[in-house]
Structures are given as structure tokens and as C-alpha cells.
């Protein structure tokens, strides 16, 4: 998918009419459609795991929340961002986790239990954590309507996913002969809408883009270092290490691109973060997979 992207953002701009002329409305619809995906393939079981294991979604959760989004909003006083290309890398530190990282994980031979739940988790507490978090970080910038973002989050997150898990529950023959085929569309899916993001925005972006992709990139592997951290500190496994690392470190910048779009119209930049971490997660979520692979651990921790 990193490819994907990769290759539809540079085509988007070298040749922004390519998917300019899509407009930024069809994005959160695409983003609702990998919401309901996702509900088609999550289990009973993976919610299970939020209340079998709590101990350890606990730790995964408030270092997510606290991480990400304090990263993001260091890293834009560090480089005296443009104060709309600061509300969109703090847009991308308050979100929940990312679909992806659970591919990543399991690629890592992480614990892909922990990824899922962590995810589903993070997902669940999102329509309350991610307003109020971009109001504490973000208020002093712009107006921060945290009820309106509290119900987009909800409309497209929480309702999708909650009728894809109707459907797996009623449907579930069909549900089977769809799923197959998710992956792939949901691959399309993001390309296209970082795809769109950057047509928009092709100017602005040659105009500021390496001092963006250059933050995005930091936000992005410091996450990732600092969830590794985390958990060899509290001595925890490393498979559960690995998972932490994965799940702090990427996030779900499709959202934080739906709620640029919708709630910081006015600030046109703020949808650019999201739409480089959408392609550059992708890619360091691979490499740091492969890194897990070839690297193992000699030591193990008892927790």
C-alpha cells in the first residue's frame, strides 16, 4: 500500500489536475466506507481482549494519547510551523490508531492480539479524546468546536464500524465472499484520498512540503522509538514491545485529513500532515516490520 500511495501522491503533484478535479467532499465518505471494512472484519473476540487483558491496553492507550499528540505539538514549536500546517500535525497526533498497523504487526511478529485490541480501544475512546486533545493543544490557535468533531468522529468512525459489525453479524455469508477483497479496496481508498489531498494542494505543498515531510517523518519514528521504549521500561514482552511500538507510532491520518477538511476549512494547509503521513507511515511501518523481522530480540521480559 505504501507503494500505492507513494505513487498517487507524486502523480497528484506533478499533475494535480490528474484528481483535482475530485472534490475534498468525497473524502470522508471514502473514509466511512474503510470504517464499515474494518467492522466487517473485527470479532467479538477482539473486543474480548479489551476487557481480558486491561492491564495492557491501559499502557497501550495512554501512551498512544499522550504521545503522539505531545510529539506533534513539540515538534511544531521546535520548527515554528506555519500555524495551519501546526493544526493539521497536532490533527494527526490526537487520532487513534491506524487500520494498518495490525498488518504491521503481525509482518513484525508482534502481538498481533494486543494491536487489535489497542485499536479497537483507541477507536472506541477517539469521538472524546481526539476533540479534547486537539482543543487543549490546538485551542489557543483556532476555534475548537469539540461537540461538532466529537459527532464527525462518530459519523464516520463509530457508525461505520458499527454497521459493518451488523452485517458480519446478519450477513455473514456475504460478509465472507467481501472480505477477500478489503485490503485492496481500502489500499485504493487511502491512495485516492491522499491523492485528492495533494491535487488541492499541489502549490502550497512545493511551497512548504520538505519542512512538512521532514516533521511528519520525526512525529512518525519518534512514535514509533518511544512505544518501543515504553515497553521495555515496564519489562514488558517483546512481542508486546513490538505491538506498542507499531500502534503509539502510526496513526489514523485519514481521519485527521476528514476533520481538516471539515472543521478547519478555513485553513486549507491543515489537511497536508495527514496526507503525508497516510503515504509515510505505510512505508516506515515496512521497513520497521522488516527491521523486527531480521533483528529479534535475545532478551525477553517477564511481564
Keep these: 500500500m505504501g507503494v500505492l500511495v507513494l505513487m498517487v501522491a507524486a502523480l497528484s503533484l506533478i499533475v494535480p ?24 472484519t473485527l470479532k467479538a473476540q477482539d473486543f474480548k481482549i479489551v476487557l481480558s487483558r486491561p ?16 510529539l506533534a505539538w513539540g515538534l511544531t514549536k521546535a520548527f515554528s510551523l506555519l500555524q495551519e500546517l501546526a493544526i493539521g500535525v497536532i490533527l494527526v497526533g490526537c487520532c487513534p490508531g491506524g ?17 487489535v485490541g489497542m485499536t479497537a480501544a483507541s477507536t472506541v475512546l ?23 468533531m466529537l459527532l464527525s468522529i462518530v459519523y464516520i468512525v463509530i457508525l461505520p464500524i458499527v454497521c459493518g459489525l451488523i452485517c458480519q ?28 489531498v495533494v491535487a488541492h494542494n499541489a502549490d502550497r ?18 512514535g514509533l522509538g518511544i512505544g518501543y521504549l515504553v515497553g521495555r521500561l515496564l519489562r514488558l514482552q517483546r512481542p508486546k514491545c513490538v505491538a506498542l511500538s507499531i500502534e503509539v507510532g502510526m496513526q489514523n491520518s485519514g481521519l485527521a485529513t476528514s476533520l481538516a477538511v471539515m472543521h478547519f ?22 521497513i520497521m516490520a522488516r527491521i523486527y523481522q531480521v533483528y529479534p530480540s535475545s532478551r525477553q521480559y517477564s511481564a
Excluded: E
Excluded at 56 to 69: E, S
Excluded at 99 to 115: F, Q
Design 205 to 222: 505543498l512545493m511551497t512548504a512540503g520538505w519542512l512538512v515531510v521532514l516533521i511528519v517523518m520525526l512525529h512518525n519514528l519518534l
Design 99 to 115: 487500520t494498518a498497523s495490525n498488518v504491521i504487526t503481525y509482518l513484525a511478529k508482534g502481538d498481533l492480539a494486543l494491536s
Design 55 to 70: 492491564k495492557d491496553i491501559l499502557i497501550g492507550c495512554l501512551t498512544q494519547f499522550t504521545v503522539m499528540p505531545l
Design 169 to 196: 453479524r446478519f450477513l455473514s455469508k456475504m460478509t465472507q465472499r467481501v472480505t477477500p477483497y478489503l485490503p485492496a479496496f481500502s489500499s485504493i481508498a487511502v491512495a485516492l484520498t491522499v491523492g485528492i
Design 17 to 40: 489536475a490528474s484528481l483535482a478535479w475530485m472534490g475534498t467532499w468525497v473524502i470522508n465518505p471514502m473514509l466511512g466506507i474503510i470504517m464499515f471494512g474494518m467492522g466487517l
Design 126 to 148: 477517539a469521538p472524546v479524546l481526539t476533540p479534547l486533545l486537539i482543543w487543549l493543544l490546538a485551542g489557543t490557535m483556532v476555534d475548537v468546536h469539540t461537540s461538532a
Design 265 to 286: 476549512a478555513a485553513f486549507p494547509l491543515a489537511t497536508i500532515p495527514g496526507a503525508v503521513f497516510s503515504v509515510w507511515h505505510n512505508i516506515s511501518g515496512a
